[in-house]
């Protein structure tokens, strides 16, 4: 398996999508947890040019193989992760990946096996996991092959 670590986009606009969203309700419209987190990955895709590039530089690295896209409980990352899978055609799986060792250890248990995986996190983590100490823009994402790289500094901007 090889790696993508990706943060997640910028939750700055949630409060316009919790509004839209909202609306709907009010008129009516159920929704659950899962048809909001949908929601509100079409907004992103629609609003964010950034994670549109991103979600085109990781489409280029699939290439026929398979693509899981995971991501862990907070709204955040799962609506960055929906997105990502939306235009990719990745596979979800939602997983223990808040902190680096989490992300890290997940990447030890699937490295045996073939495709190509995105992680979505936060900004902490995948400073300590690619040993950054910089600012992580939102919605960026580092290509870092196996997970023998973690932590040595050997990975590409996507």
Known sequence: ??????????????NDTYCKIRDSASKGVTLSREDIADKMASLEIDSNSNLARTAGGISQRVTGQPLTVAY???????????????????????????????????????AGEDGLSVIVTHEPAIQGLLNIHKEVKHASAYFIGNVKNVGGGTFQQI
Do not use: C, P, S
């Open 72 to 110: 862990n409980d907070a709204l955040r990352t799962e609506v960055t992760a929906r997105a990502i899978a939306r235009i990719t055609g990745g596979n979800l799986v939602a997983g223990e990946l808040q902190k680096g060792n989490e992300v890290y250890q997940w990447m030890q248990y699937h």
């Open 1 to 14: 398996m090889e790696y993508i670590i990706m943060r997640h986009a910028n939750d700055l606009g949630f």
